[in-house]
């Protein structure tokens, strides 16, 4: 059976770029660290990486940490600092703040004190896009980064979190990404590593490979490549709302990433319509990455105000320029037949 992944913002499938840069990394035997030819090599390739974020990032003059990953980039950036945000932040996110700020119903989020404050560029399971206040202490950018047009020095927060695999880089490699001067106290103390902000010997091969993948998207955006991304989404939505008129397509009134779709029939679990998609071929996830194995209603969906039974029926679909009309309609197919016999079983 051949099977179809539209789970992209899970992780993204590693682009061919960063898998060209990371096995050239791999022949460096340098530590960046060290003084001599062979760890002046190794340096070169991470700041090579951190140039080509930065340019991708529009955040030329900030500065950039690079981390294990998302997570410990917003622990990194986020802890003892008391900040506030909101239900539907990120878990890796939600574990450091007051999540006092208030959610409308269309998933949408008020802000009164952005100094203070914690507030993503997009979500991962709905795919809405925030309009973030300037003076934001922190916005999370891991799924808006790549998808959407993004100028971190015109965003005027002051650090913003970034992960390699949500863009076709590796997985185990992020940033913080930081005004210049702001100060930033270490969480990992040891050998000083990124300017003292972040000890341990960089993770070379895989900022290699963060470096490429961000120069990609770049492209990509200059490009256009995500407006057919949008149209075959919308035509996706179209399709399912035609077949299934209680289906409830949430944020689109909204902008949204320009490849998710999160779907709720209510009383449909969510946990069942992964397997039985994944039993028909098709990678879909019910919630975040990090929470995909939990059963359980999703969090975001119950800030926004639905019931329980409606946040534990979501689904989430999302793709990539590389994905084909053929397979997206291919798991419409499977989706609306499916949706048919949970409809038969309920009547």
Known sequence: MRRCYLDYNATAPLRAEARTAMIAAMDQVGNPSSVHAEGRAAKAIVEKARGQIATAFGADGADIVFTSG????????????????????????????????????DGTVEITEPETSVLQMANSET?????????LAVTDATQAFGKLPVAFNWLGADMALISAHKI????????????????????????????????????????????AAAKAVQRDLDQGVWEPVRELRDAL?????????????????????????????????????????????????????????????????????FDEITASSAIRVSFGPTTKTEEVMGFADTWIAQYKKFKARAA
């Not at 795919?127 to 003076?135: A, D, M, R």
């Not at 940033?175 to 960089?202: M, N």
């Not at 320009?258 to 319509?273: E, H, M, S, Y």
């Not at 990678?283 to 359980?296: D, E, I, L, R, T």
């Open 127 to 135: 795919g809405i896009v925030q309009s973030l206040p300037k003076g």
């Open 168 to 211: 076709g880089g590796p997985k185990g490699v992020g940033a913080v990404v930081l005004r210049r001067g702001l100060d930033l106290p270490a969480q990992i103390k040891g050998g000083g590593q990124e300017s003292g902000r972040r000890s341990g010997t960089e993770n070379v091969i895989g900022i290699a490979g963060f470096g």
């Open 237 to 305: 939505e179209t399709r399912l709302a035609d077949e299934a008129p209680d289906a409830i397509c949430v944020g689109k009134e909204v902008p949204r990433l320009p490849n998710t779709t999160c779907i709720a029939v209510p009383g449909w679990k969510g946990a069942t319509q992964v397997m039985q998609m994944d039993l028909g071929g098709y990678a879909v996830s019910a919630g975040s990455a990090c929470s995909s194995g939990k059963v359980k209603q999703s969090r975001v969906l119950m800030a926004m105000g």
């Open 70 to 105: 998302a997570t410990e980039a917003a622990a990194l950036a986020c802890a003892g600092r008391g900040l506030q945000g909101a239900d539907i932040e990120h878990d890796a996110v939600a574990a450091w703040i007051q999540p006092d700020h208030l959610v409308r119903a």
